[in-house]
């Protein structure tokens, strides 16, 4: 039988699974059309609205990871021709512009220095300018570490009849994500980074204002499978037949929300903004800098500049996995050598994971 090695997961995901939640992908599989599985669709639902802090009706497990869900975004909302604003201060507005160009998208884009988050004055002097049918930006980019503040934007988006979109991949359930408060038209996530559960779904909400203009697109949409005139339908609707939804990783999510709830939001924020400062003073102590804003940095991943003297980053970083079983991100595009990426996500944001990431640091930099 396969034996899969036991590894501590602090990079800028997967991150760790609790064993209730691996327990539950155990449970036996049953069909998508049984009432059991669509109680189970039910409940996931509600406590995904409870963790986005939304009423939202359509608010649905994706079948597939955060770029799925980026996609069934995308490809719903925006029509060719619209006009789009997409921020990029790392990977993943990158790759969001590439996605709403494929979907026929006008895209212009606002640039920040990785590891900079961008002044929501200077986002709505924008949106004021190009009055863009699509707006989106990222909530937490995990390539550099930073919480894109959110709150200020809806009023002027919607002002000119446009739609406020966030990836909310690494935030959600780690940092407040107040969808109805701050107005957000449509945001996704993803299981494997502070729901500490394994890869494969995405949650998705959008907004009464976001449904109607899917309902009443001039073009059909361009992916089928992620159409939600049709998912939708499966989700909420009449429970029409779409595709056959992955009834284990659902378990899993509904497991590893049922945690999330149990611990209650706001103590689960707290805790990873205490580990992340217990991190960062003994980080500190220990000679390492932060790359990325101060006055916005992530608590669930800190962007660390390699230290001086370390010739071979790679190489420290393979002696931390095959030596201690320790995962760390190396940098993502523009950082790719110049910094590391440490993940204190969901289950992974304990003080014990601390203990044992500072011990192996110690000892590889020795
Ligand atoms: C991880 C991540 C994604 C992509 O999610 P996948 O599950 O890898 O497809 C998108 N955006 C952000 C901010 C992420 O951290």
Request: with cysteine; aromatic share 6%; charged share 20%.
């Amino acid at each position: 039988m396969l034996q899969v090695p036991t590894r501590y997961l602090h990079g800028p995901g997967p991150s760790p699974v609790p064993p209730s939640v691996l327990n539950a992908l155990s449970q036996p599989c049953i069909g998508h059309m049984d009432p059991v599985f669509m109680q189970i669709m039910n409940e996931v639902r509600q406590m995904m609205q409870k963790v986005f802090q939304t009423e939202n009706e359509m608010t649905l497990a994706c079948s597939g990871t955060g770029s799925a869900g980026a996609e069934m975004l995308v490809d719903n909302l925006v029509e060719p021709g619209d006009v789009c604003l997409v921020g990029i201060n790392g990977v993943f507005g990158g790759r969001l512009t590439d996605k709403a160009k494929r979907a026929g998208g006008t895209v212009h884009n606002m640039n920040a220095d990785w590891g900079q988050v961008f002044s929501q004055d200077a986002i709505i002097a924008e949106v004021e300018r190009l009055r863009p049918k699509i707006v989106i930006f990222v909530h937490a980019e995990t390539s550099t570490g930073v919480c894109q503040p959110f709150d200020r934007l809806a009023e002027a988006v919607h002002a000119h009849d446009g739609l406020l979109v966030m990836d909310c991949v690494t935030s959600f359930a780690g940092l407040p994500v107040k969808i109805d408060p701050w107005g957000i038209d449509a945001a996704y996530s993803g299981t494997q980074k502070c729901l500490s559960c394994p890869p494969g779904l995405s949650p998705v909400t959008l907004s009464e204002r976001a449904m109607h203009k899917v309902r009443n697109r001039k073009s059909t949409v361009n992916s089928w499978y992620l159409d939600l005139n049709l998912v939708g339908n499966y989700w909420t609707g009449n429970r029409a037949y779409h595709h056959t939804a992955p009834i284990n990783m659902n378990y899993a999510l509904h497991e590893a929300l049922r945690l999330v709830l149990e611990e209650g939001l706001e103590p689960r924020f707290v805790r990873h903004r205490r580990v992340h400062e217990m991190l960062k003073a003994e980080l500190e102590k220990r000679g390492f800098s932060y790359a990325s804003d101060p006055q916005n940095s992530l608590p669930m991943l800190n962007l660390v500049n390699i230290p001086a003297g370390v010739e071979n980053e790679a190489g420290i970083r393979k002696r931390l996995l095959d030596e201690f079983n320790l995962e760390i991100g190396g940098g993502l595009g523009t950082l790719a050598g110049k910094c590391w990426r440490i993940g204190l996500m969901g289950h992974g944001a304990r003080e014990e994971n601390l203990r044992l990431i500072l011990d192996a640091l110690d000892q590889v930099l020795a």
